[in-house]
């Protein structure tokens, strides 16, 4: 019997979002994001949220409070 602590799981993502500018959509898009989750934890679900729209945030030079994530889906 192995006494070892449990395994990480990693969980992934499918996300479409839009950037906004002065209320207007600028951009839209797609990524993907992976994330560990402790075997025996729970996933963090407003740090996934605050990961996804930071991405696609720095993929266009937007701040994350311009992003809208449309949807989110686990894969």
Known sequence: MSM?????RQLHY?????GYCDGR???WGQL?????????????AAG?????R??????????AGQIRLCQVTRL
């Open 4 to 8: 070892s602590a449990p395994e990480p």
């Open 48 to 52: 996934l949220v605050c990961a996804l």
């Open 32 to 44: 993907t994001h992976s994330v560990d989750v402790p075997a025996d934890g729970e996933l963090d």
């Open 14 to 18: 499918f996300a479409d979002y839009e």
């Open 54 to 63: 930071r991405r696609a945030a720095e993929a266009h030079g937007l701040e």
């Open 25 to 27: 959509p600028v951009v």
